[in-house]
């Protein structure tokens, strides 16, 4: 239903409806407000706003349809059906897909921005504007993806964190470190894998100095081992049967008891790459043969963590 109400600037209107985000504007005269109101009210009901008369799903209904039909065959179908999952305790979720306008979507960034990082935000729009472009190209409903529309938040700023000589010998030979968390930090030390590939190791991967890596983020890969990586694969428990999530929780708790601070596991990758630039001596284009990166850049801005007592060493 519509209701007026005074505002300094004239007379405010909210029209709201069951399923439906609120609608407001602010007319001069009380008399405006309130026809705009039972005008705007009328439209949404009969919908004659410009849309076709056709019942239009929830977002609930096509996320799960989401889940069921397409993201299952993704590799990262369980990172992106918890991110759905996410969306679905949001009350707009309850509303037809059209009536998610780019003022939903964009109160939803605003709120999540004020919790986690701009890179995280991005990556729950992203699953959104999938869907949206789903429901038209899949399934044939005249909708407008609201995410194309709205400003992205900038993107976090690359890591920089480098583990100490102390931090590492804590983590690797503390009494608190069990022996497969022991075995995951040193191969990820040694080797620069991330920790989904590490998790997927198998004995028969491992050939002569090389380890085959056939489900990574980009493409399959094969990259060159040191003789401790070529030891410490040999020497894993294989296959590991941890989750990722119990790494990450694993890893917090051990740097909470060795009063290590703002570390995550991701960490020891970038220390590793970095390692084989400044101190292997590796070349971008080496490097990206281990890391799995295709774009140099991404290596160079995010890994190349090279100090100011670096390069004060090569100049002197």
């Given at each position: 239903?519509?209701?007026v109400?005074?505002?300094k600037?004239?007379?405010?209107?909210?029209v709201?409806?069951?399923?439906h985000?609120?609608?407001?504007k602010t007319?001069?005269h009380?008399?405006d407000?309130?026809?705009?109101?039972l005008?705007t009210?009328l439209?949404?009901?009969?919908?004659?706003?410009g849309i076709?008369?056709?019942?239009f799903?929830k977002f609930a209904e096509?996320?799960?349809?989401?889940?069921?039909?397409i993201?299952?065959?993704?590799?990262?179908?369980k990172?992106e059906r918890?991110?759905?999952l996410?969306l679905l305790?949001?009350p707009?979720?309850e509303?037809p897909?059209n009536r998610?306008t780019?003022t939903?979507?964009?109160?939803?960034r605003d709120k999540?921005?004020?919790?986690v990082?701009?890179?995280t935000v991005n990556?729950?729009l992203?699953v959104?504007?999938?869907?949206?472009?789903?429901c038209k190209k899949?399934?044939?409903?005249?909708?407008?993806?609201p995410?194309?529309?709205?400003r992205?938040?900038?993107?976090?700023?690359p890591r920089?964190?480098?583990?100490?000589?102390d931090e590492?010998?804590k983590?690797?030979?503390g009494?608190?470190?069990?022996e497969?968390m022991?075995?995951?930090?040193?191969?990820?030390l040694?080797?620069?894998?991330?920790k989904?590939?590490?998790?997927r190791i198998?004995?028969e991967?491992?050939?002569?100095?090389t380890?085959?890596?056939?489900?990574?983020?980009t493409?399959p890969?094969?990259?060159p081992?040191?003789?401790?990586?070529?030891?410490?694969i040999k020497?894993?428990?294989l296959?590991f049967v941890?989750?990722p999530?119990?790494v990450?929780k694993k890893f917090?708790?051990?740097c909470?008891h060795?009063k290590?601070?703002?570390?995550h596991f991701?960490d020891?990758?970038h220390q590793s790459l970095s390692?084989?630039?400044?101190?292997?001596?590796?070349s971008?284009?080496e490097?990206?043969?281990i890391s799995?990166h295709?774009?140099?850049?991404?290596?160079?801005r995010?890994?190349?963590?090279i100090?100011?007592e670096d390069?004060?060493?090569?100049?002197?």
């Open positions: 239903m519509a209701s109400i005074k505002r600037n004239g007379w405010q209107c909210e709201r409806i069951k399923g985000p609120r609608i407001t007319l001069k009380f008399a407000a309130k026809r705009w109101g005008e009210e439209k949404i009901r009969r919908e004659e706003a076709l008369k056709l019942k799903p096509v996320a799960h349809k989401y889940i069921n039909e993201s299952i065959s993704k590799r990262s179908f990172d918890y991110t759905i996410s305790r949001e707009w979720s509303y897909i998610i780019v939903v979507v964009g109160s939803y999540q921005l004020k919790t990082s701009g890179s990556r729950r992203d959104i504007s999938t869907i949206f472009t789903s899949e399934w044939g409903y005249p909708v407008n993806n995410v194309l529309s709205i992205r938040p900038k993107k976090s700023e920089n964190r480098r583990f100490t000589e590492l010998h983590l690797i030979n009494n608190r470190t069990d497969v022991r075995s995951l930090i040193q191969i990820a040694e080797t620069g894998m991330r989904s590939e590490i998790l198998r004995p991967y491992l050939k002569n100095k380890l085959f890596i056939p489900i990574a983020k493409k890969r094969t990259i081992l040191t003789k401790k990586g070529v030891e410490l020497g894993a428990p296959p941890v989750t999530d119990y990450n917090a708790k051990l909470e060795y290590i601070k703002d570390a991701h020891i990758r390692n084989f630039m400044i101190q292997n001596k590796l971008v284009g490097t990206m043969v799995g295709s774009d140099p850049r991404m290596l160079l995010t890994y190349n963590n100090k100011v390069i004060s060493k090569k100049l002197n």
